[in-house]
Each structure stands twice: as C-alpha cells, then as structure tokens.
C-alpha cells in the first residue's frame, strides 16, 4: 500500500511540472498580436498552416532551417520537418524510446544536426541517424535553450550552461540558485542573461559581466557581433561592460510581451506591434505591413520570427500554427488608384512616355491616368479623354496618338488641364487599334481595313504589300530596323523594303500571332493564342512544349528583363522562363526549360492578361515590368524574383526508402532486397517554400519502363519485383534536378543441401536423358537424306532444351521449399505431386514427336496450375476443349507449352503489379483441322524485345519451323495492342490438319 502511494504521489509530481512546463511554454514569450488574425498586406501574401492542413500540433515554440532547405519546428507534438508540401513528424511514435513530445527549444547546428530537448532527454537527428541522452542529472529544470557558438553546441539547464559533447556534457557555467532565462551567441561570444537581471559573456573558466541589472522583462538579442536589447521605444546595442549606444527609437513604447526583434540582412530588424510587422533599418526609416483583419476575433499571439532562404517570414503562435508571409514580386494599381483620385484603372493599354513623363494607362472610365514618381512618392493624375483608348504613341516630335478602336486623335501640345484633340479618322472611316513609330520616324497603324502607313503625320496610305495581315496586335522593331507584325492572321518581316511572311505553311503552329519580341542576339520571339511560344533564328522555327506550368498555351505579351529572363502574359497569370534554357532547348531538342508561374499570391490581382492591344507590356527605365492587366496595369519587379530564385538552393531529396514495412538504408547508391516477395515505397522531397504547387516529377526503372512516368504526389511504389538489379531515376520536370540508385533484388537462398543436389541432378540428367532419346531416333532414320537429318536432328536438340525450363524447375523448386520453410505440408505435398506428373509427362513423350491431345491437354493444366501457384492473383487461365475432337487426335509434341511459357514470361510478368493476366487456350475442330489459340492479355507481342539479343525467342522460332514442315499447316502471331480502344495482348493461332494415333 505505501508502494502504491509513493507511485501516485509521483504520477502526481510528474502531471503537475508537465502542466507547469507547457504553461511556460506557452505564455513565456507569448506576444500578444492584438485581437485580429492575419490577412494579406501589400508586400506579403498570408499563409496559414495548422493541423487542418497537415502540421501535429498548433502550438509551436522554435523554429529553425537546415542546409537542405528543410524548415524545423518544436511544437508539443514532437518535432516537426516541412518541406513546403507536407510535414513529417518525428515524436514518440516515431522516435523508439522517445518519453515525451513536449519540445522545449530547438536547433539546426552548421553540421547541419537537428538538436532538440524536451523536459527528459536531449534528441540529436544527424541526416538518418537518431539519438537520445539523457539530461544532466536527468531532472527538469526550467529553461532549456539550446544555442550554437564556434561549431559547438551549448545548453542552458536552469542555473547551469553546458557544452554538448559526443557523449555527455560538460558544465562550462554555473549561478548558484539563480536561473537563467537566455542564452544566446554571436560571432564574439556566449551571452547569458539571468533571472536576477545580470547580462554576462561566458567562456570556460571565465565570466565577464556586461549588464549588472537589465530589467527582469526584457530579453537580450544577438545579430552578427552585435549584443542588443530593448528598453521602452528604443533599442540598445551592448558594446561593453556598461557602454550602450542607441541603435533605433520605435515609433511608440513597446513592452515586453507586445514584441520580438529580429535582424535579417543588413542592419534590418522586424518586429510585430498591433497587428503590424514593423521593419526599420539602421537609418531609422521603417515600413509597417499590416497583416490583420479587423473583421477577425481571434486572439493570436506571436512567439517567434524567422525568415527562410527564400526571403519568406514566417511567425510563430501559441496553439494557432505558423504563418508565412510570401513576398510578392509583383503590385497591381486598382484599389491604391481608385482611393487616390477616385477613378478605376482600366487594362485596356501601359505606356511609357520617352519625354519622362511618367506611366500612361486608361480609366475604366473615360479619361487617362499618369503615373509619375515623385520626391518618391508615386503621384497620380486624371486627365479627360474623349472616349475609352485603346493604344497610345508619343512620336518624335511629341505629338501624342490615341485610338479608341472607332476613331483616332492626334494631340500637338502636352497635357493641361483642357487638352486639344485633333480627329485624323471618324467611325465611318478607319478605326484605329494599334499604332506604332520606327526607328526611321515612319507611324505605322492598324485599321479595321487592314494596315496603313505614313511618313508626314497626317497622311495614311494603305499597306497593299501587308495587306495580308488582318488584325494587328503587335508592331517591334528588331536591332537591324527590321519590322516585325503580329496578326491573327500570320507574322510579317519587312526588312530594307523586302517582306517575308510566316504561317502554318511556313511552319508556324497557328496562325493567330499575339506577340513579337526580336531581341538583340538575332532571335524573336513569337507569343501565340492556343500554341504557346515559337522562335525564329536564321529562318528555323521552334515550337516549345505546351505546358501549363512552364510556358501557357496562350502568350498575350512578351518582355525581357535584365537577367536573361523573358516574362510573358497569359490567361492563366504570369511566367518567367530562363533564356538561355530557350535557346539549348531550340538547338539540342532536350534541354530542360526553367520557369516560374506568377498567380494572385505573387500580388497579381488578376490572373487575365487578354490585351489586344499594342500597349500591352513593356520594361521601364527603372528596369521594373509593366503589363495590362484586365482589371488594372501591374508592375513586376524582376529584381526581386532574380533574388529570390538565385539564392533559392532547390535539392531533390530520397527521404525515405520503405521495402515491407521496414525502412531500408542507401548506401553508395545501392538499395539491397532479399527476396521477390517485396513491396517497396520510395518518399522524396524538394525543400523549397516557393511554387510547389508548379513541381511534377517523373521516374523510370530499367526492366519496367523505359520510358519517363508521371508521379502523383511525392512517393512512388512497387511490390513484388523479380529477382534482378535495377536502376531508378528520378527527375522534377523542367530541371536540373534528379537523383538515381539501384535497387538489387536477391532471390531467396535454398537452404537445404539435398534440395541443391536434387536441382543439380534434375537439370543435368534431364537434358541428358532426352539428347539420347534425340540420338536414338536419328539411328532409325538413316535412310533419309543428309540435309533433311540434319535439320531433323537440330530441330529435335532444340525441342528438347525447351521441353523443359531449368529456371521453370528452379522456381518450382524453390516453391515448394517456401511451403516447407513455411510449414504448410498439405501444398508442398499438392504442388509436388503436380510437378511430378508434369516430369513423368515430359519424359515419357520425350521421345515421342507426336502426342495424344488428351495427354497434352494435362500437361498443359498441370504447367498453368503450377504456374498460377507460383503468380498468385496476377496469373488467371482458362482452358476450352472442343467435344467434336476425337479421343485419339494427336498433335506435335510439345507445341502449345512453350506458347504458355512465353505469354506468362513476355506478355503477362510486365504488366503493372496491380493489374492481372489471363491466358486463355481454345481447342476447336473445324471441318477436318484442329485449331489451336492462345491469347492473353499482356503488354503485346514485341518481337525487338522477345529476347536479350533484339531476336524472335528460340522458342517461336522453333515452333514456325516445326510448323513449316507439316503439310497444310499454319502459324500466326497478332498483336492486340490499340491505344484508341484500351485493349491489348497477343493472339496465337495454329491450324493443322487433324490425324489419330493409336
């Protein structure tokens, strides 16, 4: 009885600091972040993650990111891995030995080590390897926080610092009676600060005092050398024993529990104050994202910041999950215009005045809209226009074109308050859609009567050489003052007078043109509706791939950037694709395509960019990217996607290797399986926070497919492959990105000595035995002629090395040894009679040439009965005899089982191991021939792939020759495969004339 006391009295103790802990955890570094949940600011776009979407646990503390890109999470439900897709949980359940999932701090070490401790025991996951140990002392004591400095990993453990060693620790710092609440590091030092308010620097054997009393409620911060910390509305930076100097005043107090600092990049630092991430530089110039929502009642605190290799940040909360705020790379001018000067933007045309003037585009409502920056500020201005423009021009002489699609102006004077609009054409005359000045001051124009030009302003003659292009949507000039035109009906080249055209019977896909970039290394390119994107260089045309993912099919406008990227417009939302990727793809046919698929997230407020305009994208002095969007203009900053994409370190990642429910190694890139009974499952990952939606992979095995297969999801399986080696590969479409090993499957080891022998002695006697059968039968047919015996004695060699497989035998063998391995008397003792029938049938008609149907017919349900033993479910079979057969009809010994043989081996073995093959044998009499069929359902005869050597198999050749012999015989092998309908298979027929034997 007092054993049992003892016994609750510590369940009690233990419930009791458990509850103690997770308050702690909880509410230590809660920050209060206002009564609001988040919502979408103009830099960032919010995603949440919680355990609706995948994460174990809503509370998370630490936050951490490993070299391969992996992002870590102590939450208490373990530790969490997230690759951007789906997260994977290493707790109790996961971790053998594991007691609590209660994770207390968190670390990723420059060795790339995931440390972890929760109020037990210290976890150490270095790559597949993991490790426990207990805690000093093996008693909790509140906090436990791990930090990193010099390549070392160090712990706080209540009053104490340790260093961590390979196995054990070593006490480096100790404060009698006095917690500590943080330990932190930099590139000078390891920094505590304890209950009692003193901040000092550690070393072993040494403490130098830095801060005798900071007050109890502020946490001290480390960024690069620096030693920093908070004290109402600025921040102080440590730079000696007593010496502070003033690195930032905030704009109001902030106080312990409304904020956490952090710095990421150059002297940059965020924190969150009332529902607002706040980011100031050294210079004390800030901006305030506001990520809440008013409409929200959540209340959500916020216990730490980070940002990730792909300049996402990413807020923790106490029981809400994670956040990540994704930048946008791109701002659309709708709802910052409209609450400006009142009016919507329109998408109709963006432009860009040579004069300086700024940025142009239309209103949903008559007028024009001008963009300019400012004393850095972007100011707007409204201006009055006639009607609704469609394309705008400002030529050489400053004159400014407009047309509306019903008539055109031309305006002499710059914009005031009561512009002059001079009328060129009218709604009866020509209807100006898109116009467009050379570089030798020559305006060219589209009309609704087909293309015009003009070189004095005024005066428009027809374009009768053009005449074919109806529908302009683009003029370009190329570096050679060559023009290019786009129209929905062909692309048009005019060059020193000279005009070329291009269609589809010049080898365009289509010939409805959107767009036209020539760029200036002699290549243009071609933006297509339904086609995708072309290009042309020295007269030859490539199409790229349609790919929603990689290039639309439809491309509405094309621009290029600073850093050899091309931006192209669709109806599906923006893409960038890598140039130089172009041009190999266009010269070797194979190289992969890079690029990235902009949507609402990225900051496009609209997916559709169908512009039909000659205004419909451009790059601005400033190098930003401009494009018409339906709803309203959108700038692109490609510097930023540049930056993001060329520090993001994608890597393709084998994370886990399941063969029959145990994970398996990957050593030197091999994987090794004993056994054919296996099922396999291969998971892998691409780290990345950016565009995962947009990643598919494919794969290929040697000896099951030869060809590229798609992969749903990020895991691929297999069950039940054949002894043999084979070779994996794994690739995400559309990069560089791929992975390979080998896979050897070992067949089970036979471990009876008599066994061995009876298969030795089995497969040397039986060939044997039947060569001198072969030898008897030529003695007694030394009268017919010395080629014809030859050929006779061949034949028979050969019939007697496929009357039966010593493969077949080994694996029948080896059959029956699992039955006995596996006490299971009754089958072994079934399947070794029916395999003893088929040898007494083989070896009493192994002399034989011909047979009794009826005895072939039980060889034949004797070999598919054994076979079907051996297959399981993947092997069906039906065997019909006809009833007009005589009793004594005989047919060519053993003529139908390599038939058998061959459908199971070439046709039914290749199929996926979750379809199932059927072999179906039709005996019929017909008139006074026996007809014979074998059909399956296989993957198709395949006669290239029959054998190792690219040859038809010795058996089907034997059996044409047999057959080619008997007088009014037949062979034929169809092939059933046709992708329109699904079916597929081999169809066997023989046809012989009927005889009896006695």
């Not at 809503?58 to 391969?68: E, L, M």
């Not at 266009?586 to 305009?613: C, Q």
């Amino acid at each position: 009885m007092e054993q049992k006391n003892n016994d609750r009295q510590s369940h009690l103790a233990t419930f009791i600091t458990r509850c103690i802990l997770i308050f702690f955890t909880v509410f230590f570094n809660l920050q209060t972040f206002s009564q609001r949940g988040f919502s979408f600011s103009e830099n960032y776009t919010i995603f949440h993650f919680n355990s609706s979407n995948g994460l174990p646990q809503n509370t998370t503390n630490s936050f951490s990111q490993s070299k391969d890109g992996f992002i870590w999470l102590g939450t208490l439900a373990g530790i969490v891995r997230f690759d951007g897709n789906s997260f994977k949980n290493f707790g109790v359940r996961q971790i053998h030995g594991l007691k609590s999932d209660l994770i207390l701090s968190l670390l990723v070490d420059s060795k790339d080590r995931t440390w972890a401790v929760t109020e037990e025991e210290l976890i150490c996951i270095d790559h597949d390897q993991i490790s426990l140990r207990k805690l000093p002392g093996g008693v909790f004591m509140y906090p436990l926080i791990l930090t990193e400095f010099n390549n070392e990993v160090y712990m706080a453990f209540g009053e104490s610092v340790y260093k961590i060693n390979d196995t054990g620790y070593t006490k480096i710092y100790e404060s009698a009676n006095i917690h500590l609440n943080y330990l932190k590091s930099n590139r000078n030092g390891l920094y505590i600060r304890r209950q009692d308010g003193l901040v000092a620097r550690i070393a072993p054997g040494k403490v130098e005092v830095l801060i005798e009393k900071l007050p109890a409620s502020q946490e001290i911060y480390t960024f690069g050398d620096k030693l920093t910390f908070m004290a109402g509305n600025v921040f102080y930076e440590i730079k000696g024993p007593g010496k502070f100097r003033k690195v930032i005043s905030f704009a109001d107090s902030v106080k312990y529990g409304e904020c956490i600092v952090r710095q990421f990049g150059n002297n940059e630092y965020y924190y969150v104050r009332n529902n607002t991430l706040v980011i100031i530089n050294s210079s004390e110039h800030s901006r305030e994202e506001i990520i809440g929502d008013t409409k929200s009642d959540m209340v959500i605190g916020v216990s730490g910041i980070f940002k990730d290799r792909e300049d996402n940040i990413w807020l923790l909360t106490p029981g809400q999950g994670i956040y990540e705020l994704y930048p946008k790379i791109a701002k659309t001018y709708d709802k910052e215009i409209y609450a400006k000067i009142g009016k919507h933007p329109g998408g109709t045309f963006v432009y860009e005045a040579p004069d300086g003037s700024g940025i142009w585009f239309d209103a949903k409502v008559s007028g024009l809209i001008n963009l300019k920056v400012e004393n850095g500020k972007e100011v707007y201005r409204q201006f009055p226009y006639p009607s609704h423009p469609w394309c705008m021009l400002m030529d050489d002489k400053r004159n400014l074109w407009f047309g509306d699609g019903s008539k055109y102006f031309l305006k002499q004077r710059s914009f005031d308050a009561r512009p002059d609009f001079i009328l060129i054409g009218s709604q009866d005359d020509k209807k100006l859609r898109t116009v467009f000045q050379s570089s030798d001051k020559t305006i060219w124009i589209d009309t609704n009567d087909g293309p015009y030009v003009s070189n004095d302003y005024f005066h428009f003659i027809p374009l009768k050489e053009a005449a074919c292009l109806k529908n302009i949507y683009q003029f370009a000039e190329d570096p050679e003052h060559g023009l290019w035109i786009a129209s929905r009906t062909g692309l048009g080249h005019r060059f020193n007078g000279k005009w070329t055209f291009y269609d589809m019977q010049h080898g365009l896909p289509t010939n409805d043109i959107r767009s036209v970039y020539p760029d200036k290394d002699g290549a243009v390119w071609v933006g297509t509706a339904g086609y995708g994107l072309c290009r042309i260089k020295d007269g030859e045309i490539t199409q790229y791939p349609l790919n929603n993912d990689q290039i639309n099919q439809n491309v509405w406008a094309i621009v290029e950037d600073n850093y050899g990227y091309l931006w192209m417009s669709s109806n599906q939302g923006i893409y960038r694709v890598n140039k130089q990727n172009l041009n190999a793809f266009a010269e070797d046919g194979n190289s992969k395509i890079e690029s990235s698929h902009y949507l609402e997230s990225d900051g496009l407020g609209n997916v559709e960019f169908n512009s039909r305009t000659q205004n419909k994208a451009f790059r601005d002095t400033a190098g930003f990217i401009w494009f018409s969007g339906v709803e309203a203009p959108i700038r692109v900053n490609p510097k930023k996607a540049f930056e993001i994409s060329h520090h993001q370190r994608r890597a393709l990642v084998i994370d886990e290797i399941d063969v029959n429910g145990s994970q398996v190694q990957l050593e030197q890139g091999v994987v090794e399986i004993q056994g054919s009974k296996n099922g396999i499952h291969i998971a892998f990952a691409v780290p990345t926070f950016y565009g995962q939606s947009n990643m598919h992979f494919q794969y290929k095995m040697t000896e099951l497919n030869e060809h590229w297969t798609d992969i749903e999801g990020r895991s691929v399986r297999f069950s039940e492959l054949p002894p043999g080696e084979y070779l994996f590969e794994l690739k995400l479409v559309g990069s560089n990105l791929y992975k390979s090993f080998y896979i050897k499957v070992h067949p089970d080891f036979l471990e009876n000595i008599w066994v061995r022998y009876l298969i030795a002695i089995l497969i040397a006697s039986i060939p044997f035995a039947l060569i001198l059968r072969v030898r008897h039968k030529r003695q007694r047919k030394l009268n017919m002629e010395k080629e014809t015996e030859l050929e006779l004695s061949n034949l028979k060699l050969a019939l007697v090395q496929s009357q039966m497989n010593p493969h077949f035998i080994y694996n029948v063998l080896g059959s029956i040894q699992s039955y006995v391995a596996n006490s299971d008397p009754y089958k072994a003792s079934d399947y070794i009679a029916k395999f003893a029938r088929l040898i007494r049938i083989t070896l009493n008609y192994a002399s034989h040439k011909d047979i009794l149907l009826s005895e072939e017919m039980s060889r034949i349900q004797l070999y598919l009965e054994l076979e079907k033993l051996r297959h399981g479910n993947r092997l069906n079979y039906i065997v019909t005899v006809s009833t007009l057969i005589n009793a004594r009809t005989a047919i060519p010994n053993m003529l139908i089982q390599p038939l058998l043989e061959n459908a199971i081996i070439h046709g039914i073995l290749p199929l996926d191991q979750s379809e199932q093959g059927t072999i179906h044998v039709v005996i019929n009499r017909v008139d006074d021939r026996i007809i014979i069929t074998v059909e399956d359902n296989g993957v198709g005869y395949q006669p290239q792939k029959s054998s190792k050597h690219g040859y038809e198999s010795i058996g089907l050749s034997n059996i044409r020759t047999r057959i080619r012999n008997i007088a009014g015989a037949s062979f034929s092998i169809v092939n059933k495969n046709d992708p329109a309908s699904g079916l597929h298979g081999t169809l066997i027929e023989i046809v012989l004339p009927e005889y009896t034997i006695d």
